[in-house]
């Protein structure tokens, strides 16, 4: 039996003290008794019709639920929507419950209103965030199926409800190889990373996926929220301007090439003029000395033209998986020696944790080398007893970092801005120049960039910069032969 | 060109070629040459002995031409002395080296490859201006 105080408690507080506002109607729809809470949502109602306390409203509600419930006696729960006391509209979820007498008869019916107003607000502000933000939102199933998309989801890629997400994001008849909501559901973690889709209009669209694991209890994930940001603007941007970064350096190789001409150009002048003088006086030195002058600077221009169909051959990068740690170590290798006899020591530091990258290993084994060969020379002019040269590789945030760096000459402010700008050497007879531009190319087709930071008599670091995320695209190795596109190589073209 | 006194010319230049070529042809011409083979060196020559006109190339190991020619410009000792660059380097770069707050625009810039009539008539407008110069010079100085 139940304890008298706990009986007289229920009795006299329950109907007080529970967190639901309670009305009591009677069968002509006059509120015969309600509790606190129902008086601080709707204000005072004793004697009052319903309609009047929680609507506001002078005639009866067009669909009234409780003069069902009187019908039938059936309980029924409504989602209504009423005035407060301060003539702020309310939502309110209510339950009728009819009091049946023995006799059958229902003379009250007991409203049971909860408060959902705050919910309701909450509801439609996250309505608004799912349906109006500026990026795509679909909620896929386990069947990876879209069971909500948001409005600019729709707009771009057409989605409806039901249909597979490949199907609406990339207009695929399968499953993606790479799908961040496949290890959204199996690790419970979130994943993101770039994806091409293909929108409604059949156009290529870039976007930055989040998938994002969703579950109503906290030990399965039943959904994953996929949210895409669309990059293809940024994309498109990011090749522009890569391409004008190509454009650009073989603008200032043609400007170098020019300056290259004209200095064997003014050789040539002078050996023609010395030649000439030298026969009108018949001064035999002189003509010979004109000859060699113009013999040399033949060679000259011979040497610059073979580099130059190397440089232009148009090679297309060969791009695949590489270690570079690998490539510094071949390079240094091949240096060690050549080092070793002029007396400069050759050295490679490591990061052994280096992962693999897109790479044209060819290519950047001519720069590793046009480097390691540069800095040599440096030391070689330097006035040190004894010098080294350091090969680094690392990587940092996504960013590869090559590094050459020697104890060398250095070189002073005048020379480092025209070190990339000209077919420039300070090795006399020595060099044409050409190296540095060779391997600024190659750089710049791996989306990188070459800095240089030096000081006279100190030493240069010529520091190679790939972020991976502008690095090519290893290219698919062709099962087949290639096919008539494929370039012929320079000498069968010749040949 | 006065037969007494030759006139000495100062040939800044790395490269081989054109050293002989600029020697054996200013020789010709009746100047007197000397040669400098970078910035350092030229910087020495004329502390030892100033010449009546500098050929400078700008791109040379050591001290650049740059270098060597603001150095030499900025010092009251030498400014009157006419330099003439001769260089592979662009219109950008004349642009440059005659626009600078840190010295006066050289009095001669030629691009190479040169034609000996244009040198020719460079050096003659130089150092007719640099004579008429240090006439003005003298003629200020004996007044004060």
Redesign the interface.
Known sequence: MMDATLQAWLHTQLFEQVPVSIAIIDRNFVIVEHNRNFEELFGPGRGRKCHTVYKKQAGTCDACIAALSFQDGKVRVNDEVGVDRNGHPAHYLVHMIPIVTPQGDIPYIIEMSTDITEIKRLQREYQVLFEKVPCYIAVLNRDYRIVKANELMRETFGATTGQYCWEVFKRRADRCEDCPAELAFSDGQTHVCEQEGINKQGEKTRYVVHAAPLSRTDDSVTHVMEMAVDVTRIYQLEQEKLEAERLAAVGQTV?GL??GI??I???????M??FK?GLDRGDQG?IQ?GWQ?LD??IEKISTLTRNLLSFSKGKIPEIQLVRPSDIVQEVVELYRDAARQQDVELRAEIDSQLAPAPFDPEGLHTCLANLVANAIDACQ?SERPSCAVTVRCREQSEVIFLEVEDQG?GM?Y??KQ?VFT?F?T?K??GGTGIGLLLTRKIIQEHGGKLEVDSSPGKGSLFRMIFPRSRLPKPAPRPESPPDTEARPSEETRQG | MEKTEKKRVLVVEDDEDVITYLSLWLSDQGFDVDVARDGNEASEKVKQRPPDLVTLDIVMPQKTGVKFYKEFKRDPRYAHIPVIIITGLQQEFKRFISHRRTAPPPEGYIAKPFSQEELLETIRRVMGEAQTLSREEKRKGNCA
Do not use: V, W
């Open positions: 400007a020019a300056h004209k200095n150009l003014t050789g040539l002048h002078g050996g003029y010395i003088s002189r000395q002058m040399r600077n002019m000459c002073d005048d020379i025209k000209n420039f300070t006399g007879e």
